[in-house]
């Protein structure tokens, strides 16, 4: 019994003095994201050309992340995520991750894959390597980096690096919560991978929680890809 007081109080002394919650929802009138399907060229030394590639799933939702822009304690360790390479694709197309983590880029195919990204937040490029093989990346620098195959140009993906721990993205019904933000008035940014950024300012509580809603789409939405 004591022990579980204790990890009680380590909980309360660990959150803001005064922090309230974000309840917001993300509003979708039509697809923001144009169905592509592209013809991949590359096949290994011998074999024929691959087949036409269809474009993933179109969850909207899943492309979008909402986050508080603001220079705010980044709790906890940097973190350690993956996207892997597999069946010709990045089989995470969106990765939320606060600055100062790292990303591992793990090749599931039996073909070599090359992993690089020419965006301001971080530009990088891995190099081909073959199946069973990884490269890492550190994140330093907040903002969406779009990350791309030399070999593949079907394949995409994003990483949103954001500046702290206060994010969240969309339930299937459009719903979010970020919780235990400081008081204060704050820049509640909201990126989706097509249609880019919106921005609202919101007041935080002290305790309890204020009610958000982003609208979506903007007036032009460009096509995934390169």
Known sequence: ???VYRLLLLTLVSLPA???DIDGRVLITRTLTKKRVVVDLYAPRGGAPAAA???QDLDEWGRTVIYVDADLPNSGPPSLSQIVQRNRRFERELLVIPVGSSVSFPNGDPIFHNVFSLSKAKSFDLGYYSRGQTRTVRFDKPGPVQVFCHLHTNMNAAIMVVPNPYFAQPAPNGDFRIANIPV????L?????SA??????VDVPA????????YLPLATVKSVGP
């Open 1 to 3: 019994m004591r022990r």
């Open 18 to 20: 005064w922090a309230g």
């Open 184 to 187: 204060g008035r704050r820049m």
């Open 189 to 193: 940014r909201l990126w989706h991978k």
């Open 53 to 55: 590639v269809a474009p």
């Open 196 to 201: 880019g950024f919106l921005e609202q300012e």
């Open 207 to 214: 305790t309890g929680s204020v009610a958000v809603t982003f």
